[in-house]
């Protein structure tokens, strides 16, 4: 088995509080800042990558499972099937507890050794069904995982006060916000390279 830097779930909010038009500005903005160059550098024969999709308590499905980014090709491959991901869950409440024992699952079967495990939750509303995520959340800080936050905060301006209380947490957790959607690829990009640079210790 590989030994990779980085193994990192991008768990997707698909709740109602998402319009279509907002979905496809997500999916288009993740894969824009997949395809960045300082964040390609990063990722390209040091991580392996899944995309997570998640709205109300039962309706998470896990889009594109393990790849292994060894190549600008494999870069290119999983940044399309995020560009291109299907809205598959209902869309139905905020479950991010849920979301985070899927992004569990996902990362007990990480096809690699990875130096560290993150685990991207990137929403619009705080939490409102299903498991709290504060004890997930824990759960998983323990096991060394990481929790960062990628916060849009057109409808809950406080959204970020939510997701520093319950949701990110683990080595070097961080999130970052965006006020509208036209700002996403953006913060998703600076997201991205903050992570692969690392925690400052």
């Not at 869950?89 to 050794?113: F, Y």
């Not at 409102?128 to 800080?141: Q, S």
Request: proline share 5%.
């Amino acid at each position: 088995m590989d030994h990779v830097e980085l193994a990192m779930v991008l768990a997707v909010d698909g709740s109602a509080s998402v319009t279509y038009e907002e979905f496809g500005l997500i999916a288009g903005g993740m894969a824009s800042a997949l395809r960045d160059p300082t964040v390609a550098a990063g990722l390209i024969g040091k991580s392996v990558l899944s995309l997570l999709l998640w709205s109300g308590t039962g309706q998470q499905d896990v889009i594109t499972d393990w790849t292994p980014i060894a190549t600008a090709a494999d870069l290119s491959a999983f940044a399309d099937s995020v560009d291109n991901m299907p809205r598959t869950v209902r869309a139905g409440s905020t479950a991010i507890g849920e979301a985070l024992l899927a992004a569990l699952t996902l990362l007990a079967k990480v096809p690699a050794i990875p130096k560290r495990n993150i685990v991207d939750v990137i929403g619009d509303g705080r939490s409102n069904e299903g498991t709290p995520p504060g004890p997930i959340r824990d759960r998983m800080v323990a096991a060394d995982i990481t929790i960062n936050g990628l916060c849009i905060l057109h409808e809950e301006p406080d959204l970020l006060a939510s997701y520093i209380a319950e949701v990110i947490g683990g080595p070097g957790a961080f999130a970052v916000t965006c006020r509208e959607y036209k700002d996403f690829a953006e913060a998703m990009r600076q997201k991205l390279t903050q992570e692969i640079a690392g925690p400052i210790v």
